[in-house]
């Protein structure tokens, strides 16, 4: 999956790597406890990351955060 940067572009970009990560999952209908398993952090720690997430992107909810993200194709790795 590829996110699309926010308007103006600003935003995706200064997620971290592992803040990317947890974006993906979270756009993909993923529990915080699913995203936790499966990254080998804790649900405390998965939920900081949503939070500072949505700060950077200036959004509200994984509903907003699943609209910025498009299914993966061959011209649109996972980056």
């Known amino acids: 999956m590829e996110v699309k940067p926010p308007k103006g572009g600003t935003g995706w970009e200064r997620l971290t790597a592992r803040e990317k990560e947890v974006a993906r999952l979270a756009a993909e209908a993923m529990t915080n406890q699913q995203i936790a398993r499966r ?16 700060a950077k992107l ?20 996972i980056g």
């Open 39 to 54: 990254l080998g952090i804790t649900t405390h720690t998965v939920n900081f990351h949503l939070r500072r997430i949505f």
């Open 58 to 77: 200036e959004i509200g909810s994984r509903v907003s955060l699943a609209r910025l993200v498009e299914p993966r194709g061959p011209g649109n790795p």
